[in-house]
């Protein structure tokens, strides 16, 4: 099925420091949606990117699409306490599945 | 207010026993989805349904059931078959299947076979 690679698996950085996770796909995705689980908590809907090239900006987040539709990256500019937790990139399939990449758990040092 | 309803939040049982999460949705969606998260790992597909009397088996499913009589519920079983249960359980509910749109998740449930 439908996989999709996310890196790294886990990011530790010092308060005020800037924060990406990437995910990657060997095919073409129609869309990519992003998820943030906060520790001890749910997934919780961020965004969806459809467009090829599609940047989407909330905040200090920033979402990219890529060019190919085959990639996709999250941005985070100084990061906060507020923004620990497990951001996860998922695919939507034809057969109306979501398969959800591993995620990358942010850690962040006041 | 419209969401997304699991119980119990926490749920203990004895090894061999079978045990049904419930999950109900409030939102009208047509789809419904379980997933299992182990710590430290992503989240992985156990069934999912796409309209009421109908669904599939994810990645998963072996030692688990489900079923979906109503639209606005879909309970899992996890079977004794089910060899190593613990876990976070997380059921979702997308507005429908064949467009692209958010997952609604539940707060969880997290099960302990002792």
């Known amino acids: 099925g439908q996989q999709v690679m996310q890196i790294p698996q886990y990011q530790h950085v010092q308060e005020g420091e800037d924060f990406t996770t990437y995910c990657n796909s060997s095919t073409t995705l129609s869309n990519i949606q992003w998820y943030k689980q906060r520790p001890g908590g749910h997934p919780v809907f961020l965004i969806q990117l459809v467009k090829s090239g599609e940047v989407k900006k909330q905040k200090r987040l920033t979402f990219q699409f890529g060019e190919a539709k085959k990639n996709s990256s999250l941005h985070i500019t100084a990061t906060q306490t507020t923004d620990v937790g497990t951001y996860f990139c998922a695919v939507n399939t034809n057969a109306g599945k979501s398969t959800f990449g591993d995620g990358t758990t942010l850690t962040v040092k006041p | 207010d419209g969401g997304i309803t699991q119980s119990p939040k926490y749920l203990f049982r004895k090894e061999g026993q079978n045990v049904t999460l419930s999950c109900e949705q409030n939102l009208n969606h047509d789809a419904m989805y379980w997933y299992r998260q182990d710590p430290g790992q992503g989240l992985r597909l156990i069934y999912y349904?796409?309209?009421?009397?109908?669904?599939q088996k994810g990645d998963i499913a072996e030692g688990y059931s489900v079923s979906r009589e109503k639209k606005e519920s879909f309970p899992l079983t996890v079977t004794s078959a089910q060899k190593n249960p613990t876990a976070f359980y997380l059921c979702?509910?997308?507005?429908?299947?064949?467009?692209?749109?958010?997952?609604?998740f539940g707060q969880g449930t997290r099960l302990t076979v002792v």
């Open positions: 349904s796409q309209i009421v009397n109908d669904f």
């Open positions: 979702a509910s997308t507005r429908d299947s064949t467009t692209s749109t958010e997952a609604f």
